[in-house]
């Protein structure tokens, strides 16, 4: 229902388009641009086509963020090649310059449809395009090396990071933490867990559930006393809420081994 509401407003904001053309009302890039990005968020992208047409008959020129709404929306509909194609094209038919922006959302579209190579060799070339990776680049690579058990190639990212002092945030060790846990390897979601605190990067509160939760599930008893007393000091940087604390207990009273710990840690 709520994405049927969603699409029957921007058929409507279509409709009042194409009466303002019918009308002689002068439209902008702004206009065009939002619906672009309404349709796109559907998968609605023949419609998407049919809006670029009619930008091309008022003479209204794409811009970059209408080109990254079209790369970052290909890619999530899992057409790589198809985001990758318009990367390749904005600049030397539509003279838009690309930037690192659009890099990552190809790179991250490639992670999303599984193609890790496609992402890694494009990641090599970013050079050619006279572009840097940032931390969001390196992120989606983490993503697709640990979700692929490919663990050496990810450890090899996080050694890239650090040669070109690119300072991992909460979202990359969030992926790590994530995906470490996920390919069944605690152990190594416990050293990344670390490495955050050691370089001061301040965890997203998911993370921090998250953590908790499978070291409970895992029996990780000293790991898991270990970041509650992390939790309960300021050094995270971070402050759970009320139904974070109240998860954390959940968590903690769920299994016998770890009960115990409800009343002694002061949540």
Not at 34 to 39: E, F, H, K, Q
Not at 80 to 104: G, V
Not at 110 to 137: G, P, T
Not at 144 to 168: P, S
Request: one cysteine or more.
């Amino acid at each position: 229902l709520c994405f049927s509401k969603i699409f029957s407003n921007i058929e409507k904001a279509m409709r009042i388009v194409i009466r303002m053309k019918a009308c002689n009302i002068p439209r902008d890039v702004v206009v065009y641009n939002l619906i672009i990005a309404g349709l796109l968020s559907l998968s609605q992208f023949k419609k998407g086509m049919k809006v670029m047409q009619m930008m091309t008959e008022d003479n209204i020129s794409p811009t970059r963020h209408t080109m990254g709404t079209w790369i970052t929306e290909l890619g999530r509909a899992k057409h790589p090649e198809l985001a990758m194609q318009l990367f390749e094209e904005m600049t030397e038919r539509h003279n838009i310059p690309r930037s690192t922006i659009h890099l990552n959302s190809v790179i991250n579209g490639y992670v999303q449809s599984n193609m890790i190579d496609k992402a890694k060799d494009l990641a090599k070339r970013a050079h050619e395009y006279d572009l840097s990776l940032d931390e969001r680049s390196y992120t989606s690579l983490l993503r697709g090396f640990l979700k692929n058990k490919r663990f050496d190639e990810a450890k090899n990212v996080l050694h890239e990071m650090d040669q070109k002092n690119i300072q991992a945030d909460g979202r990359t060790y969030n992926t790590l933490i994530v995906e470490y846990t996920m390919s069944g390897n605690i152990d190594e979601a416990t050293k990344c867990w670390e490495m955050m605190k050691q370089r001061k990067v301040v965890p997203e509160r998911r993370t921090v559930l998250f953590f908790i939760e499978h070291l409970c599930l895992n029996q990780k008893i000293d790991s898991l006393v270990s970041a509650l007393k992390d939790i309960q000091s300021s050094s995270l940087g971070v402050t759970l809420t009320k139904n974070d604390c109240n998860c954390v207990r959940g968590f903690l009273a769920h299994s016998s081994s770890t009960r115990h710990l409800v009343k002694q840690m002061k949540l």
